[in-house]
């Protein structure tokens, strides 16, 4: 597939956000995503030209951070966190139960394209751990059974809120959002559930702040 | 000017110094004779702390710092590994980590012998290895370029070859790609590494995972005989070091000039020397009653060669070519006015005018170093006219990349389009095509001062006024004016006087040769980079002298050719555009090797005569400057004015026999402005032909964007473009071609 014109239109939009041009390249790269489900050749020579790099420059990027991917990813990019904490308390369960049911190990897709696994690091969810991530929403206190659940929801096409966050979209609508562009949803779904503010209740009740910090 | 400078007192290892304000530690411990293992350091690359060998102890502080790194400030008390048990475990746990992946394969490694890894392994390290692990391994080498090999099992990620890709040369085409244990030098899959520079990153690199195909496995750094020697492929000047092994050149290094080259130099001045080994003349030629050319010995050369020209001597005409030595010059200047006793006599082996000998006569020869690489850097602005340093003078180039990203200097280019150098020089460009240079050079006073320098091409002779305008600009701002030529002897040609000063110039010795000119004694020309026929000049003649290094089309067709020298076997000196002496020593002693200057003497000798040193400028009468006549041509349908110069690494004749070099080359593409494109039903992307006069070229197209209109440009004689017409002239330019 190739990028369309619209596309570059799109990447003229963010670079435009940006004092300095080159601050455009990550959200680029997720728009880059969007369109091509991965960071193709064609999506780093469209950033390159945009921004006035070297391909090399662009590909340095891209290949440092682990949200680039090199091939596609699948429609639904399922994480799971094997931190200790989450691998601890059944990620790494989780972990071998999805991989065994779906014959795919780590950064490799379902031949339907379907599901797409990554072992990924802490995300900063240890509350609610183990966790999981679709398309980089969170999925809370999993379960193998859960997970197993989800998933096959995810590939029947059917519906999946995130625990916290909006309904689960493709992979490639996400990296639109990831882009920078409002897909609206910023209000859908759980915000912040009680293990979250959990804390910030206790300290309230018992007249706690931070220090230095004005009321 | 009075520089004060803010200073410090610190404390390196119990010993108290008071420093310049901002030092890096490494450089304090530097002052103070004390080394500090490193492998990212590099003075001329800014600080990146990428290796951690450099740590040392800071009082004060918890952890052992990156002295690379960090500047000193008032107090600061430093403990290198020298006395401080924290620095030592420090570094020896460093080089520890470092070692843990990199191959013990010294014994076949280039760098072996001259490996800052294996050396600072022995004194920083310690013996034995805790790694039990199984060592990440790449498959090897792979190119980042032709000529750069990269073994990335052996990279300790310093960096120093990437940040010297982005900071010095600007042609960020190597990064570093991936992550952690991953992590890897490497070129996106589109763009090879060709960078006019790329051969300082294999000289830089502190380990041995850059090489290049070149000298890769062909010796160790204990068997080479090393000489300090001056480049002859430019006007730039470059200190280099030739390596030698058993009486062969093995390969050659930029060598430390901080006022001239500073610790770097390009891939020509590196890789191509294989011509001074190739086809080589191995004794006199001398061509028999029946026209049949045959070895001869020395003194029946110089006999048949002294009786040729004792008839004709002042009706001889002198092209020495552009790679002549000081020493060689001022021999060819006494030979030929003296000796022979004729003024035609001229050193520029390209288009010339006679503007330009008034030019050079008045302006450039002779005079002291006014204009130095320093003052570039000094300067406000610089304005170039008719000269792309990048592809004419590498170093101007790199000095003014620096004083630009420095932002001291501002870069103004009197040319047809935005160049990729001038780009990288953050300039601007003063857009003209050559029938607008004159008028643009004039208006260019704007941008001028009394700080402002003028940097003025050998092109410029190709433009009728152009010199003219550049000397009034020069005067009436102000501003220095030096003039750069493409050649490293063109400089010391003119300084000993192979100008025509009273008689003919290349162009007009070529034309009269058969008529008033009758014999020609020529050095090192190749014939197509002259402007006219000087092949068949040479068939007109009566009789020719030919002193070459190599079997070319002239000792064809000379009557007597005298081997020379080339730069590997003599001693000499080369004068760079600044005027300065860049002086070499003979590299392979070469028993029976004569430099041009030597068979001239001999030459003398045989026509009863001797060679002088006399300085021919003290009495010349240099010839008042004014400017030529424009051209007139009118520019038809179907045609534009030519606008051209050659890419460094182009079809030039000393850059034979090294093909991973020649694949570096950049290719030529035809450029026209986009209205130029619609006007001549050019396509974006297609092929245009470009000929005039019988000489063609054809080339992909690109439409460039503020380009002059009406101009084309195509690289001359370079890579993809066999092209060699000046820049002025009216050609054709048609859609399609091969």
Same mark, same amino acid.
């Given at each position: 597939m190739s990028l369309s014109e619209s596309t570059r239109v799109q990447a003229r939009e963010i670079i435009s956000r940006y004092p300095q041009a080159r601050s455009a390249l990550l959200p680029m790269l997720h728009l880059v995503q969007a369109e091509e489900g991965y960071v193709s050749a064609d999506g780093i020579a469209l950033c390159a030209e945009e921004l006035s790099l070297t391909t090399a420059e662009v590909a340095a990027v891209a290949t440092f951070y682990t949200m680039y991917h090199r091939k596609p990813a699948g429609e639904y990019h399922v994480g799971v966190c094997i931190n200790p904490g989450c691998g601890i308390l059944g990620g790494d369960a989780i972990w071998e139960k999805l991989s065994s049911r779906l014959g795919i190990g780590h950064d490799e897709v379902t031949p339907d394209g379907k599901i797409s696994l990554e072992r990924i690091e802490c995300q900063a969810a240890c509350t609610h751990a183990p966790v999981m991530t679709a398309n980089w929403e969170f999925l809370d206190n999993m379960t193998p059974e859960s997970a197993i659940d989800v998933v096959e929801k995810l590939v029947s096409g059917k519906e999946v809120m995130s625990t916290r966050g909006p309904r689960i979209r493709t992979f490639k609508e996400n990296e639109l959002t990831l882009a920078g562009f409002d897909d609206g949803l910023v209000d859908e779904g759980v915000q912040a559930d009680e293990q979250m503010l959990a804390g910030l209740k206790r300290a309230k009740e018992l007249g706690q702040s931070a220090p230095g910090v004005k009321k | 000017m009075t520089v004060t400078t803010q200073t410090v007192t610190v404390t390196v290892d119990g010993v108290v110094v008071e420093v310049p304000?901002?030092?890096?530690i490494i450089r304090v411990a530097e002052m103070l004779g004390t080394a500090i293992p490193r492998f990212c350091d590099h003075p001329l690359l800014d600080p990146v702390a990428a290796c951690r060998m450099c740590l040392v102890e800071i009082e004060g502080q918890g952890k052992p710092q990156p002295s690379c790194a960090v500047t000193v400030s008032d107090g600061m008390v430093i403990k290198t590994q020298h006395t401080s048990e924290m620095a030592e475990k420090a570094q020896a746990g460093v080089m520890e980590f470092l070692l843990i992946n990199h191959p013990l394969d010294c014994p076949i490694c280039d760098k072996g012998g001259e490996c800052p890894l294996q050396n600072q392994a022995m004194t920083n390290g310690q013996g034995e290895t805790r790694f039990e692990g199984t060592k990440r391994t790449f498959p090897k080498p792979i190119n980042v370029s032709a000529q750069v090999l990269l073994d990335r099992e052996r990279c300790v990620s310093c960096a120093r070859c990437t940040r010297f890709a982005d900071q010095i040369a600007g042609d960020p085409f190597i990064e570093l790609l991936e992550r952690g244990a991953k992590q890897q030098v490497g070129t996106s899959?589109?763009?090879?590494?060709? %960078?006019?520079? %790329?051969?300082n990153t294999i000289q830089i690199c502190p380990v041995g995972a850059l090489t290049s195909a070149k000298y890769r496995f062909r010796s160790r750094p204990f068997d080479l005989i090393s000489t300090p020697t001056a480049c002859e492929h430019c006007a730039s000047g470059c200190a280099l070091r030739t390596d030698v092994r058993r009486s062969t050149v093995m390969r050659r290094l930029a060598w430390d000039a901080p006022e001239v080259n500073e610790e770097w130099n390009c891939d020509k001045g590196r890789f191509a020397f294989p011509y001074t080994s190739e086809g080589r003349l191995t004794h006199p030629l001398v061509r028999d009653e029946a026209g049949n050319l045959g070895p001869a010995s020395w003194p029946e050369a110089l006999r048949v060669a002294a009786a040729g020209l004792a008839g004709i001597g002042k009706s001889t005409a002198v092209l020495t070519g552009g790679r002549v030595t000081v020493e060689d010059a001022k021999a060819y200047a006494s030979f030929a006015r003296e000796v022979l006793g004729t003024n035609d006599v001229d050193f520029r082996a390209r288009a010339v005018s006679n503007e330009e000998t008034a030019f050079l006569a008045n302006h450039v020869a002779n005079k002291p170093m006014d204009v130095t690489y320093g003052d570039l850097e000094a300067a406000k602005s610089v304005l170039l006219v008719s000269f792309e340093p990048e592809d004419e003078s590498p170093i101007v180039f790199l000095r003014l990349r620096k004083a630009a990203l420095s932002g001291t200097t501002k870069v103004f280019a009197v040319a047809p389009y935005t160049s990729a150098g001038l780009a990288k020089m953050k300039g601007t460009l003063l857009a003209a095509g050559p029938r607008e240079e004159v008028s643009v050079i004039a208006s260019a006073a704007s941008h001028l001062s009394g700080d402002s320098v003028i940097l003025v091409g050998e092109r410029a002779a190709q433009t009728p006024g152009a010199l003219t305008a550049v000397a009034e600009l020069a005067a009436k701002t102000g501003a220095k004016l030096a003039w750069i030529p493409r050649r490293a002897g063109d400089r010391g040609a003119l300084d000993a006087g192979l100008l025509p000063i009273d008689g003919r110039n290349t162009s007009e010795i070529v034309s009269a040769t058969g008529s008033a000119v009758k014999g020609l004694v020529i050095g090192g020309v190749s014939p197509e980079d002259v402007d006219g026929d000087l092949l068949s000049a040479i068939d007109k003649a009566q009789f020719v002298v030919s002193l070459e290094t190599r079997h070319t089309e002239i000792t064809a067709e000379a009557d007597v050719v005298l081997p020379v020298a080339v730069v590997t076997e003599k001693a000499g000196t080369f004068r760079n555009w600044e005027g300065r002496d860049r002086s070499f020593a003979a590299v392979i002693p070469t028993p029976g090797a004569l430099s041009d200057a030597d068979v001239l003497g001999e030459l003398a000798r045989e026509l009863g005569k001797s060679l002088s040193v006399s300085d021919f400028w003290a009495s010349a009468t240099k010839p008042a400057l004014k400017a030529d006549a424009a051209s007139t041509e009118s520019v038809g349908n179907g045609q534009a004015v030519l606008s051209t110069w050659r890419h460094l690494l182009d079809k030039g004749s000393l850059q034979s026999g090294e093909p991973y070099l020649a694949a570096t080359a950049r290719v030529a593409v035809v450029r026209v402005s986009p209205a130029t494109a619609q006007k001549l039903n050019l396509v974006d992307g297609g092929t245009a032909t470009v000929s005039c006069c019988g000489n063609s070229a054809s080339a992909p197209l690109i439409v460039t964007a503020g380009m002059t209109d009406d101009v084309v440009w195509l690289p001359a004689n370079s890579e993809g473009s066999s092209l060699n017409l000046p820049s002025g002239c009216v050609v054709e330019v048609s859609q399609g071609g091969n």
């Open positions: - | 304000a901002g030092t890096l899959e589109d763009q090879p590494f060709d %960078s006019y520079f %790329s051969g």
